[in-house]
């Protein structure tokens, strides 16, 4: 159950989260508390699930990064196995399964187009995998999405 700290503290992080030396210390003082329960509460909130983390988003593609949508087609038995293969590349940042011919689908982020493809071929000949297909986006839609707990 949340509390009416954890609110407030969820509310804040969503979009305003100071940028600065200690930002946890900042909440806290905006929060009137100190800097330990801030850090407590986050912790314990992560734990259960709340917060899945905390970071910035970049313009990959400003920064040089080229990201694509892949969908593969999994034999069952090797799901598991080749959503965690998966998983343990860096530039991943979303893998789902799905229902579906093509039944694991996940978002990668890449330094060059290079290095995708490289990514991409390994996937590809993963054990379990009979196709691979990569849908790179066209057009860039940013979807802000603010949860308000009051």
């Not at 860096?90 to 399964?97: L, R, S």
């Not at 060059?112 to 996937?123: P, Y």
């Amino acid at each position: 159950m949340l509390t009416q700290f954890d609110k407030a503290l969820l509310n804040i992080i969503q979009t305003d989260l100071p940028l600065a030396k200690r930002p946890f210390a900042e909440l806290a003082k905006r929060l009137g508390v100190d800097e330990a329960t801030v850090i407590d509460r986050l912790r314990a909130l992560k734990a259960l699930g709340y917060i899945r983390r905390i970071g910035p988003f970049f313009d990959s593609a400003r920064l040089g990064y080229v990201g694509t949508l892949a969908a593969v087609r999994v034999r069952p038995d090797k799901i598991r196995e080749v959503a965690e293969a998966i998983n343990a590349f860096p530039g991943v940042t979303h893998n789902y399964e799905r229902e579906g011919d093509y039944n694991l689908w996940f978002a990668l982020l890449s330094p060059s187009k290079e290095a995708q493809c490289r990514v991409l071929r390994h996937i590809g000949s993963l054990d379990g995998v009979d196709k691979l297909i990569s849908l790179p986006a066209t057009r860039k839609y940013k979807v802000s999405v603010k949860f308000t707990l009051g």
